[in-house]
């Protein structure tokens, strides 16, 4: 029996990277988290701790920190494709790159020209994969907690000796969206994207008179797909934040879906993809990604 290297890769991982873009007394912020992961050839470092074709993972920190400085970081797809594209293109023994970044999210206080607050944990996301002269862009967002107080029910379901949970036809509806959605190609606008996707999924989830939270899935990807030509597929995680109504019988009052109880955990986790039958073939853009 051989025992042999399979796959792997290096990288630094969460690299915290701040700019301030100073326009006069106006300031616009870039606030990101930049993870790179490094491949190719790579088996000397693991079977004889040669190290020469391994460029320090603190040199890759460096990098993200003076590509900040030599140009602006710009949409955090370009900041990717750029940060991935050098790697490969400078490490003869690299021949792929993986580069994920999320942007978290501030807005400027009213009034001020410097000053902002952070209203949700909210994250764009973006996850760049370079292979060779290939690229493959996947985009998305994190942490979008959205919830609609009627428009949906939930009934029909097996019922076997197990089952205690009331079929309702009016219940609340929440959950935290993790969206990824894989781009056709690279020329792209990424911030009209961006913005017109996480528009369409939010009015999709509000408009969407809901049977179950599959459903609601469902559309969301498909209205995304009918809206963005840019985009082959979409990938969403979306947990039922369930809220339970409470029985307040015992005190003599009725509890007209008013008062819910809101349960943390365990939750229903609902994960799926929507693609076009037609879509460009995936490639790398989803290794090392998570299923959903």
């Known amino acids: 029996m051989a025992i042999v290297l ?8 969460e690299n915290r990277l701040v700019t301030v873009s100073r326009n006069g007394s106006v300031h616009t912020i870039k606030d990101l988290t930049v993870s790179t992961s490094l ?22 920190k460096n990098t993200v920190y003076a590509f900040a400085k030599e140009a602006p ?9 750029r940060l991935g594209r050098h790697f490969v293109g400078t490490q003869e023994a690299i021949s792929g790159a993986r580069i994920l970044i999320d942007e978290h999210a501030w807005e400027r206080i009213d009034g001020h020209d ?12 973006t996850a760049v994969t370079i292979e060779g002269s290939s690229a493959w862009v996947v985009s998305g967002v994190r942490d979008l907690v959205v919830l609609k107080s009627t428009g949906s029910e939930f009934h029909g379901y097996p019922k ?26 690279t020329d792209v606008d990424w911030a009209k994207s961006y913005a017109e996707i996480r528009s369409v999924m939010l009015k999709t989830f509000a408009d969407k008179h809901s049977l179950s939270l599959q459903q609601t899935l469902y559309a969301m990807g498909e209205a995304v797909l009918n809206a963005r030509p840019e985009v082959a597929e979409v990938r969403l995680s979306m ?33 799926g993809s929507i693609l076009r039958d037609d879509a460009p073939d995936a490639g790398q853009a989803w290794s090392t990604l998570p299923a959903f």
């Open 6 to 13: 399979g796959p792997n890769q290096y990288g630094k991982a």
């Open 39 to 60: 491949r190719g050839d790579l088996s000397d470092t693991h079977l004889t701790g040669d190290n020469a074709k391994v460029l320090a993972t603190d040199t890759q």
């Open 73 to 81: 970081v710009g949409e955090i797809e370009d900041f990717a494709l």
């Open 114 to 125: 410097h000053a902002f607050s952070q209203g949700s944990n909210e994250k764009r996301t």
């Open 160 to 185: 076997d000796p197990y089952t205690t949970l009331k079929e309702t036809n009016d219940r609340i509806l929440a959950t935290s969206v993790t969206a990824r959605w894989r781009y056709a190609g």
């Open 239 to 271: 947990p039922n934040k369930h809220h339970f109504l409470v029985d307040l019988s015992a005190f003599g009052l009725e509890n007209d879906n008013e008062v819910f109880y809101a349960a943390d955990r365990p939750y229903g986790l609902i994960e």
